[in-house]
């Protein structure tokens, strides 16, 4: 069974670093795409970017490039998700999708999500 | 910046038809924007449910179908159900990066 989990809530100060985690099994995580999703209290979902593992292409929502950064360690199967400096506007729930190796194409299964406060 | 608009909300009766559609503020959109939709239930991730205008995946019941219509990208759900009451996303393609629209609330009524 393909499965992404993510690592658990945060809750940080303003300022603050932070990386989150999506860990792949049941497929060849190599050959998919994972992206990132950003889902604010009460508002509907933001594409954040996306990484290729096979060799760590990144693209980045124009919304979302320099404010975040996406990595992975394909020997450990697992995607991140890291900010060097918090804001309060950080709040929200982060979800990982496995996207297709073009991944343009689209989403199909996600993660449980990772919710992230940022507050003094 | 790229604008993806749905209606804001839609309801349906049980056993009834539904579209719900998708717009870009840049034009027409087009196979080439790889439209994807997806539902949303309080409390839980997005559920893929369509990937390039009309393909299913493997968990996807018949009643939903996605299409073009008139310029805009659109999801259908024939024999409406209880459970379909949900929030749906569209996902379109801009060259480079994807943009979900503000989402269309479906009350089943």
């Known amino acids: 069974e393909v499965q992404l989990e993510q690592s658990g809530a945060e809750v940080k100060k303003p300022g603050e670093s932070l990386k989150i985690s999506c860990k792949g099994s049941?497929?060849?995580?190599?050959?998919?795409?994972i992206g990132w999703v950003r889902q604010m209290p009460g508002k509907g979902p933001e594409w954040m970017g996306v990484i290729f593992p096979g060799d760590s292409d990144t693209k980045y929502s124009p919304s979302f490039q320099g404010q975040v950064t996406i990595s992975v360690d394909k020997s450990i199967n697992t995607a991140y998700l890291q900010w060097s400096s918090l804001k309060a506007s950080d709040t929200a729930v982060y979800y990982c999708a496995r996207q297709f190796r073009y991944y343009y194409i689209g989403m199909d299964v996600w993660g449980q999500g990772t919710t992230v406060t940022v507050s003094s | 910046q790229t604008v993806v608009t749905q209606e804001p909300s839609l309801t349906v009766s049980p056993g009834g038809t539904v579209t719900l559609t998708c717009a870009s503020s840049t034009g027409a959109v087009t196979s080439g924007n790889y439209p994807n939709w997806f539902q949303q239930k309080p409390g839980q991730p997005p559920k893929s449910l369509i990937y390039?205008?009309?393909n299913k995946h493997s968990w996807t019941p018949a009643r939903f179908s996605g299409s073009l219509l008139g310029g805009k990208a659109a999801l259908t759900l024939s024999g409406v159900q209880p459970e379909d009451e949900a929030d749906y996303y569209c996902l379109l393609y801009y060259g480079g990066a994807q943009v979900f629209g503000g989402g269309t609330k479906l009350t089943v009524l």
């Open positions: 049941g497929y060849i995580f190599s050959s998919y795409c």
């Open positions: 390039t205008t009309t």
